[in-house]
């Protein structure tokens, strides 16, 4: 199959993304953050080492963010699990995987549509003309479908309508802006994304080549990969990477030290599948953004995802509308969570907060 799809095939097979993509008025970046977040400026991946020949990525903070990486080396070829949000993000951690092995880069594994974890696949295709792309059937398919939310080929389309949008506005802040270092940041945010609304108008996005719709093992030389197949979660088609012999798991955004992104998510499946996860054996996990953590962590952000429900339910069978749980609900949650949730730069404990309740109550309440 021919992995490189032009956005103009991709519109002209489905009829009905021009459509959808018009009618999306509003822009909801998976890991948007605050416009004045301190972050840095350059492409700068941090190859670390978990296990022999097993790497994690983690992706500098930047305004306009990429996603870790997980990097395995094995005696047929590299296998790369996420491909950041942009060519030139996927070109930089090309480059540091060819410092530590001249292996080819066989295998990208994306773990799930959103737009900062698949698109530089478009790098290592043209690099490796035989190149597969794994992931799962559904994620596959949304890659494809023009609402699928944050990612896949329409999302290109409808960045491109709206990064235009917030040039503008951070232009206008930074001539309103009279302190030093926040205009230091405001220009700097402004580079970052002219520069990469140069990358969305030039971008040929490559889709998988390969999927699966359950649990496999994949016998890569003499590496042993499980690609888990676990339910909803983030998404609708997350995968999870596990190394048994390395004790090793990549989690895309299902699992990550920042506060989750749940627009396209399911809160309740989202525990359950975590839960499904924690019976495999693993000591490590390379999560989506932030740093490598212990399985641990798993406990304390699925401890979050089922107290945030619990706290929107409750509240709801109580009477309280959800602007009175925007109000009430981030402090009773913040004694168990703010500190542990806020880490890092960016997907703060505070920054994320009431939007994480609004979806919790859309989805396990309003159900819409
Ligand atoms: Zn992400
Ligand atoms: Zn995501």
Redo the contacts with the bound molecule.
């Keep these: 199959m021919n992995s490189s799809w032009t956005r103009r095939d991709f519109l002209i097979k489905s009829g009905a993304a021009l459509a959808a993509v018009q009618a999306i008025d509003h822009f909801d970046p998976?890991?948007a953050m605050a416009a004045d977040a301190s972050t840095a400026d350059k492409e700068l991946f941090e190859l670390k080492p978990v296990a022999d020949g097993i790497y994690a990525a983690i992706a500098a903070p930047r305004y306009k963010?990429n996603?870790n990486a997980a990097v395995i080396l094995t005696n047929d070829g590299v296998v790369v699990v996420d491909s950041h949000s942009k060519p030139s993000a996927a070109f930089a951690l090309y480059r540091e995987i060819r410092s530590i092995t001249k292996q080819p880069i066989k295998r990208i594994i994306n773990t799930h549509f959103?737009w900062?974890?698949w698109q530089g696949n478009q790098v290592y295709a043209e690099a490796f003309p035989g190149l597969e792309i794994i992931t799962s059937e559904r994620t596959r398919e949304n890659l494809t479908r023009p609402d699928a939310g944050s990612g896949g080929v329409a999302y290109i389309e409808k960045q491109l309508q709206l990064v235009p949008k917030e040039i503008e506005k951070l232009g206008n802040d930074l001539a309103s802006a009279t302190d030093p270092a926040q205009r230091a940041r405001l220009e700097a945010n402004l580079r970052q994304t002219e520069a990469y609304l140069e990358e969305l108008r030039k971008m040929n996005p490559a889709l998988p080549t390969r999927t699966f719709d359950q649990t496999v093992t994949l016998n890569v030389g003499d590496r042993e990969i499980q690609i888990l197949l676990l339910g909803r979660g983030h998404t609708d088609g997350d995968v999870f990477i596990h190394l048994p012999k390395e004790k090793v798991v990549a989690t895309?955004?299902a699992l990550?030290d920042w506060m989750p992104?749940m627009n396209d998510g399911y809160p309740e499946d989202w525990v359950r599948t975590l839960d499904a996860l924690e019976k495999f054996d693993f000591t490590q996990i390379i999560p989506?953004?932030g740093g490598v953590m212990p399985k641990q962590q798993l406990t304390f952000f699925r401890g979050y995802l089922t107290d945030l429900v619990a706290a929107v339910k409750k509240a709801d069978a109580d009477g309280a509308s959800l602007d009175e749980m925007k109000r009430t609900l981030p402090d009773l949650l913040a004694g168990k969570y703010e500190q542990g949730m806020s880490k890092h730069p960016l997907g703060q404990y505070r920054d994320r907060i009431g939007l994480n309740i609004e979806i919790a109550y859309r989805k396990v309440i309003a159900k819409t």
């Design positions: 998976c890991c963010v996603s959103h900062d974890h895309g955004d990550i992104f989506g953004h």
